[in-house]
Structure formats: structure tokens, C-alpha cells
């Protein structure tokens, strides 16, 4: 998987970059608008993480000369400016999402993973970990051969555990990826505690291989 | 009471003009008094010196003078005369008059002469005088009617030309009623042939334009400093995440990264809601269109499903009909996110949550363990009831900010059987 970051700002773009490479994507960065255009047009990404604001013009340039070259590659502006006239005319001249900064990683992974599964070719890209398979086209959870069923929250929960399996997942970035703004409330980590408890039971129920276990209070992992 | 401006003048103008006519009343009484016995009495000692010369003439006439008959004067013989014969006395008597069939002012002159054999007579000479009474009578009507008059013709010109005067004044105070702060546009000053008050229109729009100045600067500092943090706390929380990504870490360590993640995390909420109210101020939320608040509501008690049903919140939901409002439907969202987010986030645990809609206002009532609230505090920014350090203090602050923006919509806060009440209402 081949993705460009654009971003002048080089902390967070290493930063990004370091993200990405360690869930081993290729990476490759622009830091201007010259050299975003110059990139874009001469090599073909599975996405372009396009921030707006550049030296020398603008991320939403970037994008209408992409797409009136018809280049094709998805894009996912990353914009200091969660506005919402921003993110309709972002959506309107052909960005695939739009993420505010800041963000959390699991979270820019997840918009990725899912603005590159909507590109590809061959469609189905199952998430397998153990005995356990994911499929997020049909939002489908099966143990061995069997369905497990989730409501919506419990699989939002879950997919992220599944795409990263062996990390660390924090509870607060759980809560405010899988329930927004809403769950930004006093009781979030206890609240986190009963669904992930939910969850486990169900797993448990079902006969899944794994397990999520509680790391020191701060979050959970898939194992 | 304030009065005004025309009332005002009036009431010292009216008094002014009583006193002025008063004074001039009694001098012109006693200048035209004086000139008219000025008058009489030149006549009577005129008629005094033509009758002694016939008298002198003709002695008859003092056989058939010794009443008074149709010559208003009598002559009668006395003994002996005062020493000063010649010295006349005015008086003035009341003599019936048959005319008047009442007894009347008569200007009367006595004086003596000798005939010609020196015999000394006792000359009266009378004659009809102005009726004082009368006079001052009739000079108090006429100058009741005129008083009345002068004051009605000053009332009427007053009435007109001070309103007409005024007029610009008050279309000065009118367009400042219009003005809402934030908008430079929504005072229109007032051309007016008036120096004072092109003077007073002038200084109300520099005024204006001077403190929008300082409004939009300081609007423009919050969005700018909101702005410019997003991408340091981006910087920060995605090394953090990073460091956590790394398994070589221990516990303590782990658990310190998390904290310093978490109070950046606070912050981009601040930062975030901080923003909100200034794209709020900054107009960024537009577009208007029917928004049914049942709906709204409806899916923000969805999206709150999992919080309620784990804070073991009992939800009383009643609709009485449909809440439609004019509005744009992110404000609406944001607006009721944040009363509902309240009522959830306050709550008691297994405490309870009744929304009532009806088709003008939306009720939204909780426990808490707060009792009554300050409700002139609440709306401020920052402010926080308890030491409650998950919240930023401003979610009452932007709805009041939303509300600021549709004047049709009123919030009023009441603390009804043990319950925080937060009613918005349709007017």
C-alpha cells in the first residue's frame, strides 16, 4: 500500500509517517504545493493524506488539478479547519473524507483502511485475526464459519480492535472514535468498561480463539 | 415619570406666558386708567372754565343750576368758600343712573368761584366715568381667551414643528433599537438638516464602528489562536500515541503518557468548542431551513442510547405535537446536543430524564446532584457549577450563543421538584 502524506508541518508529518510505515505502508511526503502537484501527477497512490493549508497554495488545488487531470487516487484532506462549508467543498471537488486535525491514529487508520478498501479492485478484503474474521463490506462477523451477531456499536468497537490486533487501544480514543463527541462525558472509562465486557462476553459465548484483555486501566488489546 | 420633550417646554412656556401677561396686564390696567382720568378730568375742568365765563355772562344761570337737571352740573351758594377757590377736587361717586337702573362710576370735580358782586358759589361738575369693575372684568376675559389662545396656538405649533424637529431623533433611537452588536450594518444612520443631531448620528456610527472593530479583532484572535493550536496538539498527541505504540515501555511509563494525552485530549475539546462559538459569531452556520426538533432530538437520544442505558438513566420521552423551527439544522443539532449532553453527563446514576415536546417549545427536565443553579451565571463562559473538571464550561455558553442568533427562540431555566428544567420555547 502506497500512501502520500502532504503536510508542512514535518513534526506531524513524521509523525504520520512513522504510524504508517510501522503498520507497513509505503510512505512518501510532500511538504509544498509543487511538490504535492509534482508527485500526484507522476505516480499513482492508494491514497493521498492531503492537508489544506500548504506553502504555496492550496491542499483544495492540489485536488481540483488532480481531478481535472483525471488522476484518480483517493484523497483524505487532514484539516486544521473542521469547518463545515470546508469539508462540503473538500467532498464536492472529489476528496474520498475529510478528518480534522487533530486525530487519532487508530482513527486515521481506520478512514484509510476503509477509502482504500472502497478503491480496490478486487473487493473483498477480509480482516482475519485467529478464528475470528471481519468482513467491513457487509459489516460482517463470523467465529470459524459462524455469524456473530454485533449491534452497531459493538462492531464499530470491534473493528477497530480487528485492525490492529496486539496493539494498545486506548479507552478515551475508543470511546470518542466509536461514540463521537457524545461519549467526551465524565463516566467515558467506565462506560468504555461495560461495553468492552459486552463484547468480551459475546466473543466468549461464541468461541472466539481471542480475547480482549485489559491493559494497566488505560486501555485494551485484541490478543 | 419622564415626559416628553415637547411636554416638557410646554409646561415652562405656558407658565412663563401667564406670568408675562399678568405683569403686562397690570401695567397696561393702570397705564390706561391714569390716561383715561387723564382725559375726563381735562374735559371737566375745561366745562369748569367755560361755565363760570357764562355764569358770569348770564347770572341766570346760576338761579337755574341749582340741581342738577340736564347740565350735568350744579352751582350753589355757599357762605363762605374754602380759602382756596380756585383749587379743584376730583372724586369719584356711584349716582344712580335710570339708564343702567344701577348706580354707576361718575367722575365729579368740585370747585368755587364769585360772581360778579363777590358772592362766593360751590361749583360741581359730574360726569360718567368708566365702570372699573367692568373694565377689569373684561380685561380679564380678554386676556383668558388670549392667554388660552396663545398657549393653544403654542401647544399646536410645538406639536408640529418639535415633532417634525425631533423626527430624526427619533429615527436615531429607532435604528439604534435595530442594532444588534456584531452586525455594523444593522444601524442606519439618519441624514437630517439638524447640525446636533447629524452631530449625535455621527458619533453613534463612529462609536459603532470603533467597537465592532474591537469585537471582530478579538472574534478573530479566538479563531486564529483556536486555529493555530490544532496543529501543535496534533503534533503532541500523535507522539504520544506513538510512544504508546512502543512495547518496550512500563507500566508507570505508560500510564503518564496516557495522562499527558488525556489533558491534551481536554484541551482540543476546549480548543473545539472554542471554535464552535466564534464560527457561531462569525455567521459560518448560514443556512436556514424547517427543522423538526422532534427529529433532532429523536437522534441524539439514539446516539445517547448506550449512555443512558449504562448510567441506568430512566428516559421519559412525551411528544404533544410537532416542533418546527426556521433554523439552520447544525445549530439545532449542536443546540440540543449540548442541553441533552447535560442532562445525561449531570444526571444522577438510575436518576431520570423526561424531554417533553409540544408543538412550541421543548422541554428537557433531569435529576442532579446539583441543587437550584444561579441562572445568571449559568450562561457564562467558563462557568461551572461544581469543581467539575470534565466539563469546558461552555456548553450553556454556546447555546446561549445559538439562541443570541434566533430571537424567536427563548431558554428559561427553572429547578422544578428536585429537577434542573431547560425549556426552549417558540415566541
Known amino acids: 500500500m502506497k500512501v502520500l502524506i502532504v503536510e508542512d508541518e514535518l513534526a506531524l508529518q513524521q509523525g504520520i509517517r512513522d504510524f504508517l510505515e510501522s503498520e507497513k505502508f509505503l510512505v512518501e511526503t510532500a511538504s509544498t504545493y509543487l511538490e504535492a502537484i509534482d508527485k500526484v501527477m507522476n505516480y499513482p497512490y492508494d491514497c493521498v493524506l492531503l492537508d489544506i493549508m500548504l506553502p504555496g497554495g492550496s491542499g483544495m488545488d492540489v485536488l481540483r488539478e488532480m481531478r481535472e487531470n483525471q488522476v484518480k487516487s483517493p484523497v483524505l484532506i487532514l484539516s486544521a479547519k473542521d469547518s463545515v462549508a470546508d469539508k462540503v467543498a473538500g467532498l464536492e471537488i472529489g476528496a474520498d473524507d475529510y478528518l480534522a486535525k487533530p486525530f487519532h491514529f487508530a482513527e486515521l487508520l481506520a478512514r484509510l483502511k476503509s477509502i482504500i478498501r472502497r478503491n480496490a479492485q478486487d473487493g473483498e478484503q477480509l480482516l482475519q485475526y485467529k478464528n475470528v474474521s471481519l468482513n467491513p463490506e457487509l459489516r460482517e462477523v463470523k467465529i470459524d464459519r459462524n455469524p456473530l451477531v454485533l449491534n452497531r456499536k459493538e462492531y464499530d468497537l470491534f473493528y477497530y480492535f480487528m485492525l490492529r490486533p496486539n496493539k494498545l487501544q486506548e479507552k478515551s480514543t475508543l470511546a470518542e472514535t466509536v461514540w463521537g463527541d457524545h461519549a467526551d462525558q465524565a463516566d467515558n472509562l467506565g462506560f468504555i468498561y461495560s461495553q468492552i465486557k459486552n463484547l468480551r462476553k459475546k466473543l466468549k459465548t461464541a468461541g472466539a480463539d481471542c480475547d480482549l484483555q485489559a491493559v494497566y486501566g488505560i486501555g485494551y488489546k485484541l490478543i | ?427
Open chain 2, 1 to 427: 415619570m419622564a415626559i416628553s420633550v415637547k411636554n416638557y417646554t410646554n409646561r415652562f412656556v405656558s407658565i412663563a406666558i401667564l406670568i408675562v401677561m399678568a405683569v403686562w396686564a397690570a401695567l397696561f390696567y393702570a397705564v390706561i386708567m391714569d390716561e383715561v382720568y387723564d382725559n375726563i378730568d381735562d374735559g371737566l375742568k375745561n366745562q369748569k372754565i367755560l361755565i363760570i365765563r357764562e355764569a358770569y355772562n348770564n347770572p341766570k344761570l346760576i338761579e337755574e343750576s341749582k340741581e342738577f337737571g340736564i347740565n350735568q352740573f350744579v352751582i350753589k351758594e355757599v357762605e363762605n368758600l374754602q380759602e382756596k377757590v380756585d383749587q379743584n377736587t376730583f372724586s369719584k361717586e356711584f349716582i344712580y343712573m335710570p339708564y343702567d337702573e344701577e348706580e354707576e362710576p361718575y367722575r365729579i370735580l368740585r370747585t368755587g368761584f364769585y360772581d360778579p358782586s363777590g358772592k362766593p358759589y360751590q361749583l360741581e361738575i359730574r360726569t360718567s366715568t368708566v365702570e372699573e369693575d367692568d373694565f377689569l372684568l373684561n380685561l380679564a376675559i380678554s386676556l383668558l381667551v388670549l392667554y388660552v389662545v396663545i398657549v393653544l396656538s403654542i401647544l399646536v405649533i410645538n406639536h408640529y414643528i418639535l415633532g417634525r424637529a425631533w423626527q430624526p431623533f427619533k429615527q436615531i433611537l429607532k435604528n439604534l433599537s435595530k442594532y444588534r452588536f456584531g452586525k455594523a450594518n444593522s444601524f442606519v444612520s439618519v441624514e437630517s438638516p439638524v447640525l446636533e443631531f447629524n452631530d449625535l448620528n455621527n458619533h453613534i456610527s463612529q462609536m459603532i464602528d470603533q467597537n465592532e472593530k474591537v469585537f471582530d479583532s478579538q472574534k478573530r484572535f479566538l479563531e486564529n489562536a483556536a486555529h493555530e493550536l490544532q496543529t501543535p496538539l496534533a503534533v503532541s498527541i500523535n507522539k504520544l500515541e506513538l510512544l504508546l505504540e512502543n512495547s518496550s515501555l512500563n507500566e508507570e511509563d505508560t500510564v503518564g503518557i496516557v495522562e499527558a494525552k488525556r489533558s491534551l485530549q481536554r484541551m482540543v475539546s476546549l480548543n473545539k468548542s472554542l471554535l464552535t462559538l466564534s464560527r457561531i459569531n462569525n455567521q459560518q452556520y448560514a443556512g436556514y431551513e424547517s427543522v423538526t426538533i422532534n427529529e433532532v432530538i429523536a437522534n441524539l437520544l439514539n446516539d445517547y442510547e448506550d449512555l443512558i442505558i449504562y448510567k441506568d438513566i430512566r428516559l421519559d420521552l412525551q411528544q404533544d405535537g410537532n416542533f418546527e423551527v426556521y433554523a439552520n439544522p447544525d445549530l439545532m443539532q449542536i443546540l440540543f446536543s449540548n442541553l441533552i449532553s447535560n442532562a445525561i453527563k449531570y444526571n444522577l446514576p438510575a436518576g431520570e430524564l423526561r424531554v417533553r415536546i409540544q408543538s412550541d417549545a421543548a422541554i428537557i427536565s433531569n435529576t442532579s446532584q446539583e441543587k437550584a443553579l444561579n441562572p445568571e451565571y449559568i450562561f457564562e463562559r467558563f462557568y461551572k457549577g461544581s469543581q467539575d473538571h470534565n466539563s469546558n464550561g461552555l456548553g450553556l455558553s454556546i447555546v446561549q450563543t445559538i439562541l443570541e442568533k434566533y430571537p424567536f427562540l427563548h431558554i428559561k431555566y427553572s429547578y422544578q421538584n428536585n429537577m434542573q428544567v431547560f425549556e426552549i420555547k417558540k415566541v
